[in-house]
């Protein structure tokens, strides 16, 4: 019998025929369809596939009594409810690795783009207001040799601290660990913000790091300095940064991430010193298709009574 695998939505580069030739796989179309037909469907599943924008909870699995794995497409497991997986025995698992090069790119990108007041001159040209230049025209913040704060040192935040090194830039982390890498510092979290010029988030989302950048925190921020953001919104105060980034306080911010997706606060759309992109950090065909094989490689581990090559330890 073919074990049958419910996926919540379609993943980029299709289903791999090897897997498709031995499970009996449902649902996968475009976007997910509502709670209602998820649990009409997936029923007898038995592998459910979400990805880091779908709410995994008790209230999904109560439709799905058969589901024993759920693999995730996406690194950050905030979307799972990961204690009920466990007191339901369901297995979970992700994509780690694929992704590091791709997301480190894009806070790069970021922060190169805020300090650089990359698309303020770009919105300018194309509201043609681009006339007189004069010696302070759109002057933006060095980065060469800068200070870099990065706030959670894992895969991520490592190959971030590797890029900054190429641009001279001095490297702190703050992390619960001692990652021994060469060429960066430890340091508190407190006086990391109190003397980067840069500051990059790179912490999952859990209990503990949920509003680590508080009102508090940010206030005590290196006057002008500049936020990246490519981990999760809630990490962060919304509200506090718009103010701080409306009085100058903060030079800019480099946002991929917010609180309430695709809700971006008007406030911070209203901010011409914050760079915004919709959560797109491991957005590359390259990066994408393989965290989807790596889905893929999961259900087929399951059918074929192999262990999970990445499961979620809570
Ligand atoms: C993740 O993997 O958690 C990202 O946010 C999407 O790539």
Known sequence: MK?????????????PPEVASVV????????????E?????GREAEVLVVTYLDRVDDALLE????????SSYGVGVNHVDLPAMERRGVVVTNTPDVLTDATADMAMALLLAAARRVCEGDRLIRAGGWRDAGPEFLLGREVTGKTLGIVGFGRIGQAM?????????????SSPRDAGVPGTTRTDLDLLLATSDFVSLHCPLTDATRDLLSRERIAGMKPGAILVNTSRGPVVDEEALADALEDGRLFAAGLDVFRDEPRVPDRLRAAGNAVLTPHVGSG???TRTAMARMVWDE??????????????VV
């Open 37 to 41: 037909r998820i649990h009409a469907e």
């Open 299 to 312: 259900v087929l581990r399951r059918a074929t009574g192999r262990p999970p090559a990445h499961r979620v």
């Open 284 to 286: 590359t065909v390259e």
């Open 3 to 15: 074990k049958i695998v419910y996926a919540v939505r379609a993943l980029p580069g299709g289903v």
């Open 63 to 70: 439709g799905l009594p058969s589901v024993r794995q759920v």
């Open 24 to 35: 009996d796989l449902r649902g996968g179309e475009g976007r997910p369809p509502p709670r």
């Open 161 to 173: 601290a590797r890029r900054a090194s190429g641009f001279g830039m001095r490297i702190l982390y």
